[in-house]
């Protein structure tokens, strides 16, 4: 390291930058938020963030950033030779040069660094210590392709037997189609891919969370009327997976990457009420209970929790599965149904944590669940199943070639049960008392 730190000295008194020098004379102000995060985000935090911190180095929020590197203070107000972090960007020395082996930094993103350093270092978001993800600017979404080059996996289905339409996740959209399977509506200005799709109790809007791996995690609300974008609840640099009105549509539960659930206040998306701390993985998924304060959630941890948010505290957890869990859904007032990797499908007391029965164990990942009137459906790889939640006996199957990776059930009217299932080849199944009434590629071709 300090041989190193010699180097980066000797060899970074850059010619480069006094040519910079004379190019920036202009004064604007420079944004930390809007010009020097992006670079950041875009160039750097794959490598020094939360998930992966080479050399234990962390750029991903204002505050890591202004900690020292080994080399030194990664930033001096109006020193750059002083700024080893700067130096690192500018340094002839390819071996030492970030981000490593690709092409410098362009000249203009230097130059706002530079002009960052000179004007004093302001940071002007809101807070030091949030990710930079979440101070960044709104991103406007390149449009979808009008055509699919090939079917795309069903990755997040809703199902709305007022309107009758089928909202499903498509690439950068979400795709609205009527039960004919007649594309109706595309939304657009959308993350890459949606991994959730949930409709308000009472407004006519939708909550979808989505996101680029290894990049971009964020949570939007659209208008159903106008498809128009109403606004973003979170946002931050891995994929989110899940996000959920409570039962009176005043909150929104979000199942973020890094672990933890946050809830946000229903009418002021910005407003974070909560979070939650236990899971120490993703939130692959959550539910609320009925009583608009119960909170279940699944992790890749292996584990599934129930939150009390007014307490802000985890209040019951379940150990059960051994591998991921996947989803999860209310089997009546007390007990929890959780679907997993490790092939099984179990209930559990929503208040103690423990087992109650197994419904189902075999070799196949279970991917989603849900629940009507006892009757648990489960699907995952190759298969599509019917259980009594209440004791384990298996009621139906439907036969079924492909994975079947996400699944969705309401009530049509007086004792009508409608399913939606989607699986990956991006078929769309939509099946009334289990009789099938539509079966369709939910891709535009
Ligand atoms: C592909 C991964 C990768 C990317 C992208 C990357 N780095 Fe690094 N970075 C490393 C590795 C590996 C090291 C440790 C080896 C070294 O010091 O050269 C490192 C070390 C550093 C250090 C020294 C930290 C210390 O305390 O020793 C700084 C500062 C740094 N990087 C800044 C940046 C900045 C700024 C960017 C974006 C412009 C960036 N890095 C992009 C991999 C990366």
């Known amino acids: 390291m300090i041989l190193r730190s010699l180097a980066t000295f000797l060899l970074t008194i850059p010619p480069i930058a006094a040519l910079l020098q004379s190019a920036c004379l202009a004064e604007d102000k420079i944004s930390f938020v809007r010009q020097v995060a992006p670079i950041l985000?875009?160039?750097?935090?794959?490598c020094h963030g939360s998930k992966k911190?080479?050399?234990?180095?962390?750029?991903?929020?204002?505050?890591a950033l202004m900690q020292e590197t080994s080399e030194g203070p990664a930033f001096v107000s109006g020193r750059r030779d002083a700024s080893h972090l700067y130096q690192r960007l500018v340094t002839e020395d390819a071996d030492l040069r970030m981000p490593p082996e690709s092409n410098p930094l362009p000249t203009s993103e230097i130059e706002t660094v530079e002009r960052w350093i000179e004007q004093g270092l302001v940071f002007d978001g809101s807070s030091a210590a949030a990710p930079l993800a979440e101070l960044l600017p709104v991103i406007t979404h390149p449009d979808?392709?009008?055509?699919?080059?090939?079917?795309?996996?069903?990755?997040?289905?809703?199902?709305?037997?007022k309107h009758e339409r089928i909202l499903i996740g498509g690439y950068h959209e979400i795709l609205v189609w009527d039960y004919a399977g007649t594309l109706k509506a595309r939304i657009r200005n959308q993350g890459q891919r949606t991994?959730?799709?949930a409709m308000h109790p009472i407004k006519p809007l939708i909550l979808s969370a989505s996101g680029t791996p290894?990049?971009?995690?964020?949570?939007?609300?659209?208008?159903?009327?106008?498809?128009?974008?109403?606004?973003?609840?979170?946002?931050t640099d891995e994929v989110i997976m899940d996000a959920q009105f409570s039962p009176d549509g005043s909150r929104i539960a979000v199942a973020m990457p890094d672990g933890t659930t946050r809830v946000y206040s229903g009418s002021n998306y910005a407003e974070k009420e909560r979070e939650l701390l236990?899971?120490?993985?993703?939130?692959?998924?959550?539910?609320?209970?009925?009583?608009?304060?119960?909170?279940?959630?699944t992790s890749r941890d292996h584990t599934a929790k129930v939150f009390d948010i007014e307490r802000g505290e985890s209040i019951a957890t379940f150990t059960g599965h051994s591998a991921c869990v996947n989803d999860?859904?209310?089997a009546g007032d007390k007990t929890l149904l959780s679907v997993s990797s490790d092939g099984s499908a179990m209930t559990w007391n929503a208040e103690t944590g423990k087992r109650i029965k197994s419904l189902f164990s075999g070799k196949q990942n279970i991917l989603a669940c849900c629940v009507r009137q006892d009757k648990a459906l489960v699907v995952g790889e190759h298969m599509v199943k019917w259980i009594d939640a209440r004791n384990g006996q298996q009621l139906e199957n439907i036969n079924i070639d492909d994975w079947c990776n996400s699944c969705d059930c309401v009530s049509g009217g007086e004792n009508e049960d409608v399913h939606l299932l989607g699986t990956h080849s991006g078929r769309i199944l939509l099946l009334r008392d289990k009789r099938e009434v539509s079966n369709f590629t939910a891709s535009p071709r």
């Not at 290894?214 to 946002?235: P, T, Y």
């Open 328 to 330: 999860i859904s209310f």
């Open 53 to 63: 911190a080479e050399s234990d180095y962390r750029v991903d929020s204002f505050q």
């Open 278 to 297: 236990g899971h120490s993985d993703q939130v692959t998924s959550l539910t609320w209970h009925s009583d608009g304060i119960r909170l279940a959630t």
């Open 214 to 235: 290894g990049k971009l995690g964020e949570v939007r609300i659209f208008d159903l009327d106008s498809f128009e974008l109403r606004g973003i609840v979170a946002q």
């Open 195 to 197: 991994y959730s799709i």
């Open 144 to 161: 979808p392709p009008d055509r699919y080059p090939a079917s795309l996996p069903i990755s997040a289905l809703l199902l709305l037997t």
């Open 41 to 46: 985000q875009n160039h750097c935090v794959a």
